[in-house]
């Protein structure tokens, strides 16, 4: 399964744009890029995903590189409630894949007022 | 709709015990995961089930295990329980389980075996 890298920790402040970082340099052609959030005290929640494309939607951007070893997902107007570990994922298409999201440690976002 | 939901919300258990955690689905979900989320490994994939078949398998002994009933529901077991059993355990469900679909997850069943 291919790997991704991400800071451990990052900060923010309230109401400003943040860039959360991601590297996968072993990405296959097939694999999709997903961002999961987790809250504290819940289980983790779908943000977005992408597979060659910058996408968008009502919670965040997913940016991605044209070479695909990177991609960064970006919050427009960080607020408290976006204090959370992110998680980058890919997941390939194969068949022994399903239902199957291999979650590494993640980045602790934090948000001050 | 009604998001997953996982019953009980906390356990308490002492060695060698067993444990049944319960799961309901999104209702139209077919496929459920179970994962195991630990301070110190993180979240690590159990294993998945859809139409009453376990279907795919994380790397954990066969101490754990699961099923699915014809509604969806699904239950995973632990037996024997040891200390490093404690952890939270979330259940996601998704509509068949292809890796592009998106996972919907429980508020998860925190365990501590004593």
């Known amino acids: 399964d291919a790997k991704t890298t991400q800071p451990n920790s990052m900060e923010s402040n309230e109401e400003e744009p943040v860039h959360l970082p991601c590297n996968h340099s072993t990405i296959s052609g097939t694999d999709y890029i997903h961002w999961y959030r987790q809250l504290p005290s819940q289980g983790p929640e779908y943000v977005i995903h992408g597979l060659t494309s910058n996408v968008n939607n009502r919670m965040a951007s997913l940016a991605i590189a044209e070479d695909r070893k990177s991609s960064t997902l970006i919050l427009h107007r960080a607020t408290l409630r976006d204090a959370a570990v992110y998680y980058c994922?890919?997941?390939?298409?194969?068949?022994?894949?399903?239902?199957?999201?291999?979650f590494g440690q993640g980045t602790t976002l934090q948000v001050k007022p | 709709k009604a998001g997953v939901t996982q019953t009980p919300r906390y356990l308490i258990k002492t060695r060698g015990q067993q444990v049944t955690l319960s799961c309901s689905p999104i209702s139209g979900h077919r496929s459920v995961s179970w994962y195991q989320q630990t301070p110190g490994q993180g979240l690590q994939f159990l294993f998945e089930y859809f139409s009453e078949t376990q279907r795919n398998k994380g790397n954990f002994p066969g101490r754990f295990s699961g099923r699915q009933f014809s509604n969806s529901r699904s239950e995973m077991n632990v037996s024997t329980l040891e200390l490093g059993d404690s952890a939270l355990y979330l259940c996601a469900s998704s509509l068949d389980g292809t890796p592009v679909e998106t996972q919907y997850f429980g508020p998860g069943t925190r365990l501590l075996v004593l």
């Open positions: 994922i890919l997941s390939y298409t194969g068949s022994s894949n399903t239902g199957k999201l291999i």
